[in-house]
């Protein structure tokens, strides 16, 4: 490769700074696609118009942002979060449009990991197109290329994750004092943290497809676990609720398991248990993935996030700390197997967010001493969803079936 290939302009770094908060918009509604993000350029590194991948079966973010710039397409830069797909899904491949479209330049921020939609830069530098690969600029040691292909793969983190390990990303979830209390000694955890915080949390559960508990925390709490609007009212599409619970103690009077959304009360029995009897927590997520499940927020409690630690099944951390102390009561974490500070989780801070009087800290979790490497995409499950999911074993609708054919952008 010649340095000049590689070469990004300061029009183009900007073009993918905005892509990447388009691809953004499509995270509540776009599951189990990528979200995707395009900007197209002009010549003279003028926008000449956007598009965002919104939901999936619908049109992707190339397509859009073609169809917006007609005529202006000719000749034009665009600028992509993800690799143009280059397999007839439910739309035609995008590596074609843009060709098709007379696009003389494509800057590709991060590849696509799913062997059934790559190759989309490859057809475009057969078809004469100049394709800049931002990994290429980055290996080079352009830090501006660095920061940009990191904040790609950050936003497209869920799908990324769950293509490349073949099982939903993971997301834990947890409200705390200070000295990182969940619940005060009498169990009383209602409610650490604020109003605010509470809404934010409905808001997160927007943006996935499956939220988890343990039966610990729904004989503790009785949380009902759907989407609520700022009236507590239902709203929107309700992620499957999942309850883990090895010898059913779920009572049958429990919120989670009314009709505001599907439940899956997981038992041993369902997917297998772990040598302590207890469910196994990666055959819990592999069947979720086999129904086209790419998220879940776990939200609780204290012994089941500690096991997915343990087990190396989280991908990232959503802690609001209340500004409040206990100095006693459940820690956030109990259990798992970290005897010395050098075989610590590890995490990197992502994000941080005041609200209202809590602090919001995003966590990317990353080399746990747990956590296996990852198998090559090619030995990947298939990501198309099988079919049927496992029944729901409560009362409530069937879970809601994942799109036939994921349609990756
Ligand atoms: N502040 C917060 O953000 C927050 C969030 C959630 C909960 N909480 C608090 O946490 C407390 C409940 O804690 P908890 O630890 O009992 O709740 P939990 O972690 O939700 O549930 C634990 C239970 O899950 C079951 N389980 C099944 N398979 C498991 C596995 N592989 N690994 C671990 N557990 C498995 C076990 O019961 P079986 O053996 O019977 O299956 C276990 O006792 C409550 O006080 C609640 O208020 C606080």
């Not at 070469?7 to 770094?13: H, M, Q, R, S």
């Not at 590194?45 to 942002?65: K, L």
Request: aromatic letters at 4%; glycine letters at 10%.
């Amino acid at each position: 490769m010649r340095v000049s290939d590689a070469l990004v302009t300061d029009a183009e770094f900007a073009a993918l700074r905005r892509a990447v908060e388009l691809a953004d918009r499509g995270a509540s509604t776009v599951l189990p696609n990528p979200v995707v993000g395009c900007v197209l350029l002009s010549g003279s590194g003028e926008v000449v118009s956007e598009g965002f991948h919104e939901r999936a079966g619908g049109p992707h973010a190339e397509v859009m942002a073609l169809a917006a710039a007609g005529e202006r397409a000719q000749g034009a830069t665009a600028v992509v979060t993800l690799e143009p797909c280059n397999h007839i899904g439910r739309t035609g491949p995008c590596a074609k449009a843009l060709i098709s479209a007379g696009v003389r330049r494509v800057v590709v921020a991060v590849r696509d990991p799913w062997p059934a939609a790559a190759g989309g830069v490859d057809r475009l530098r057969s078809a004469g197109v100049h394709v800049v690969d931002l990994v290429d600029t980055a290996e080079l040691g352009d830090a501006r290329a660095v920061a940009a292909v990191d904040a790609a793969e950050d936003v497209n983190r869920v799908w990324l994750t769950a293509t490349l390990r073949g099982r939903p990303f993971v997301t834990w979830k947890a409200g705390m004092t200070i000295d990182g209390r969940v619940a005060a000694p009498d169990g009383t955890s209602r409610w650490i943290t604020s109003q605010a915080s509470r809404a934010d949390v409905h808001l997160l559960r927007a943006r996935v497809d499956t939220i988890m508990v343990g039966v610990g925390t729904v004989i503790a709490d009785n949380p009902q676990l759907a989407v609520r609007d700022g009236d507590g009212n239902p709203t929107g599409p309700q992620p499957l609720r999942v309850v883990i619970d090895s010898h059913g103690r779920t009572p049958s009077s429990a919120r989670v398991l009314d009709d505001a959304a599907s439940t899956w009360v997981v038992s041993a029995g369902d997917v297998g248990a772990g040598a302590d009897g207890s469910v196994d927590l990666a055959a819990v997520l592999h069947r979720l993935y086999q129904q086209g499940r790419r998220h879940v927020l776990l939200e609780g409690g204290p012994r089941l996030a500690a096991a997915f630690f343990d087990a190396g099944l989280v991908d990232e951390a959503i802690v609001y700390v209340a500004p409040a102390l206990l100095g006693a009561g459940r820690s956030a974490l109990d259990g798992g197997a970290v005897p010395t500070l050098a075989e610590r989780h590890r995490a990197d801070l992502r994000d941080v967010r005041r609200i209202g009087p809590d602090v919001r800290l995003r966590y990317a979790v990353r080399a746990s001493v747990f956590e296996q490497p990852d198998p090559a995409p090619e030995q990947q499950p298939d990501p198309a969803p099988e079919q049927p999911g496992p029944a729901p074993e409560q009362p409530g609708p069937a879970p809601e079936q994942p799109d036939p054919e994921p349609d990756p952008a």
